[in-house]
C-alpha cells in the first residue's frame, strides 16, 4: 500500500471513530421523547427543595402535585399555559392568579438522556400590595430552582413510588 492510501485508510478510521464517539455520547430527542409523567426534587441557592411533576402528553405540558393526604397526584389548575418544543428543549409556562396576587412559573427543560431531563424553573409572584423596600411599588418576588427530572411511564407507577417509603 502506497503512503497516500496508508494515510487515506487512517483518517477514515480516525473520522468514523470520532462519529461514532460523538454519535453515542449526544442524546437528541424527538417530540415523543418527552411523552410521560416527569417527577424531581429541585433546589434553589439558598437549599430550599420544591417537588415538580410535569406529564407530558402529545407534546402539552401540565403541572401535577402529589396530595400528601390521600397520597394521589393531582393536576393543578391555573389560568394560562402553555409548552414548546424544539430539539432537545421543552419550555412549560403556567400563570394563575387571586386576589392580591399574580404569579408565573417557567420550566425550561433539556433532554439530558432517555429517561433524564435537566430542568431550572423561575417563579415571579407579584402583590399589589405596596413594597416595604420599594414604597408606590408593588410587592415582588421571585426564586430560581434546578435539578433533574426523571421519567415515569404513567401517574400510577409514580403514585407507587411516591408511597413506597410508607
Same mark, same amino acid.
Given at each position: 500500500?502506497?503512503?497516500?492510501?496508508?494515510?487515506?485508510?487512517?483518517?477514515?478510521?480516525? *473520522?468514523?471513530?470520532?462519529? !461514532? =464517539?460523538?454519535?453515542?455520547?449526544?442524546?437528541?430527542?424527538?417530540?415523543? #421523547? +418527552?411523552?410521560?409523567?416527569?417527577?424531581?426534587?429541585?433546589?434553589?441557592?439558598?437549599?430550599?427543595?420544591?417537588?415538580?411533576?410535569?406529564?407530558?402528553?402529545?407534546?402539552?405540558?401540565?403541572?401535577?402535585?402529589?396530595?400528601?393526604?390521600?397520597?394521589? *397526584?393531582?393536576?393543578?389548575? !391555573? =389560568?394560562?399555559?402553555?409548552?414548546?418544543?424544539?430539539?432537545?428543549?421543552? #419550555? +412549560?409556562?403556567?400563570?394563575?392568579?387571586?386576589?392580591?396576587?399574580?404569579?408565573?412559573?417557567?420550566?425550561?427543560?433539556?433532554?439530558?438522556?432517555?429517561?433524564?431531563?435537566?430542568?431550572?424553573?423561575?417563579?415571579?409572584?407579584?402583590?399589589?400590595?405596596?413594597?416595604?423596600?420599594?414604597?408606590?411599588?408593588?410587592?415582588?418576588?421571585?426564586?430560581?430552582?434546578?435539578?433533574?427530572?426523571?421519567?415515569?411511564?404513567?401517574?400510577?407507577?409514580?403514585?407507587?413510588?411516591?408511597?413506597?417509603?410508607?
Amino acid at each position: 500500500m502506497n503512503k497516500k492510501a496508508s494515510f487515506f485508510k487512517s483518517m477514515l478510521v480516525l *473520522i468514523c471513530t470520532l462519529l !461514532f =464517539l460523538t454519535a453515542n455520547g449526544q442524546h437528541v430527542a424527538t417530540p415523543n #421523547s +418527552y411523552e410521560g409523567i416527569w417527577a424531581g426534587v429541585l433546589k434553589n441557592s439558598k437549599d430550599s427543595k420544591l417537588a415538580v411533576i410535569v406529564r407530558v402528553s402529545n407534546g402539552t405540558a401540565t403541572r401535577y402535585n402529589y396530595n400528601v393526604d390521600n397520597k394521589k *397526584i393531582e393536576k393543578y389548575d !391555573f =389560568l394560562k399555559e402553555m409548552t414548546m418544543i424544539a430539539g432537545n428543549n421543552l #419550555s +412549560y409556562t403556567w400563570m394563575n392568579k387571586g386576589g392580591v396576587w399574580s404569579e408565573t412559573q417557567t420550566h425550561m427543560m433539556s433532554y439530558a438522556a432517555p429517561d433524564m431531563l435537566k430542568c431550572r424553573l423561575i417563579r415571579q409572584v407579584t402583590n399589589t400590595e405596596e413594597s416595604k423596600d420599594d414604597p408606590g411599588m408593588n410587592d415582588e418576588w421571585s426564586t430560581y430552582f434546578q435539578g433533574f427530572l426523571d421519567r415515569f411511564e404513567s401517574i400510577q407507577e409514580l403514585e407507587k413510588f411516591m408511597n413506597s417509603d410508607d
